[in-house]
């Protein structure tokens, strides 16, 4: 059965960093687009960013220079490095995998930014 297990959140400084991971069973990363999706409170869950199986990556216009995703297929594990990171970033952060129109969702953590 597939789990994607994130881990790595917690409460961080505004202009921290933190590095968020999202450990893949029951599937291979490296054959899925995998995504980084956050949802504040009160607000809709949104994409931050998209690992595609080409390797291509894509940033929402917000995280755009801060945030950098990768993939390690030998561990079958992706990242979201956050840095400079800001008030608005906090949020509960899911890890996604999406295939031929199959989703997968991790169960999320939570990340705080504040002073």
């Known amino acids: 059965q597939v789990q994607l297990v994130e881990s790595g959140g917690g409460l961080v400084q505004p202009r921290g960093s933190l590095r968020l991971s999202c450990a893949a069973s029951g599937l291979t990363v490296s054959s899925y687009r995998m995504s980084w999706y956050r949802q504040a409170p009160g607000k809709e869950r949104e994409s931050v960013a998209i690992?595609?199986?080409?390797?291509?990556?894509s940033y929402a216009d917000s995280v755009l220079g801060r945030f950098t995703i990768a993939r390690d297929n030998a561990k079958n594990t992706v990242y979201l490095q956050m840095n400079n990171m800001k008030s608005e970033d906090t949020a509960v952060y899911y890890c996604?995998?999406?295939?031929?129109?199959?989703?997968?969702w991790g169960q999320g953590t939570l990340v705080t930014v504040s002073s």
């Open positions: 996604n995998a999406e295939a031929g129109g199959t989703n997968y």
């Open positions: 690992k595609r199986i080409d390797g291509r990556t």
